[in-house]
């Protein structure tokens, strides 16, 4: 059972404008969402996060977006950078589960220059 | 300023041996995950550890393998008696005592091969 989940396994951006990362979850228990950036053969690499009590969480060029009626968060990067290129995690928490992250499984974002 | 550590990074192993992958916590850390990606898919939660403690091992398969986190020295995941189906990146991740947020750190993974 899926619990958190990334439908696009990959997605393709010119150099400069905006990549949408998506991800739906279905435990209406999880209360803290974290997105992370991985290279390969590098371990994930924390990006931003949100509280399910905010439904946007704003760190330079990545912004978080939360729709929790929806169960839905998405990633923006604005202007995307060929350096942007790698997977991109989803993952989520739920208080008094020992704070395991519950992971998607990943969108491999392509910036082309 | 080490980030978190894993050691070795790559380990090849026959089948019937046993594994056993190292992970250093952050400084000032005393709280050390440890997931496991197998290829093309996401993470998957193994064991949450403290010092001498282990705090939630719901990830873990019930049989062969084992953490710890003594007082003194690093996060030992071991594998016994490995199959070809343990093939895997392995993640130890650590962070501060849980506040508001959950961030975890994560080390560079050990990618263990069982021929």
């Known amino acids: 059972d899926q619990q958190v989940k990334q439908n696009s396994p990959s997605l393709s951006v010119q150099e400069g404008r905006i990549s949408i990362l998506n991800c739906d979850y279905t435990?209406?228990?999880?209360?803290?969402f974290l997105w992370y950036k991985k290279y390969p053969a590098e371990g994930p690499t924390f990006l931003i996060s949100?509280?399910?009590?905010?439904d946007k969480n704003e760190d330079g060029r990545f912004t978080v977006f939360l729709n929790k009626s929806a169960k839905h968060l998405s990633l923006h990067i604005v202007p995307s950078q060929p350096g942007d290129s790698a997977v991109y995690f989803c993952?989520?928490?739920?208080?008094?589960?020992?704070?395991?992250?519950?992971f998607g499984g990943g969108t491999r974002l392509m910036v082309k220059p | 300023n080490a980030g978190v550590m894993q050691n070795p990074r790559h380990l090849v192993r026959r089948r019937g041996q046993e594994a056993r992958l190292r992970c250093s916590p952050m400084?000032?850390?005393?709280?050390v995950y440890w997931y496991r990606q197998l290829p093309e898919e996401g993470l998957k939660f193994m064991v949450y550890?403290?010092?001498?403690?282990?705090?939630?091992e719901s990830g873990m398969p019930k049989e062969r393998f084992s953490a710890e986190f003594p007082k003194e020295g690093p996060s030992i995941l071991r594998i016994q008696q490995v199959v070809r189906g343990d093939s895997a990146a392995y993640f130890c991740?650590?962070?501060?005592?849980?506040?508001?947020?959950?961030?975890?750190?994560f080390g560079p993974g050990t990618r263990l091969t069982v021929t």
């Open positions: 991740a650590s962070s501060p005592p849980p506040t508001t947020g959950n961030e975890q750190y």
């Open positions: 435990n209406s228990m999880f209360d803290y």
């Open positions: 949100i509280s399910s009590i905010k």
């Open positions: 993952a989520a928490s739920r208080p008094f589960a020992g704070n395991m992250l519950t």
């Open positions: 400084k000032g850390h005393s709280h």
């Open positions: 550890l403290q010092k001498e403690n282990i705090i939630d």
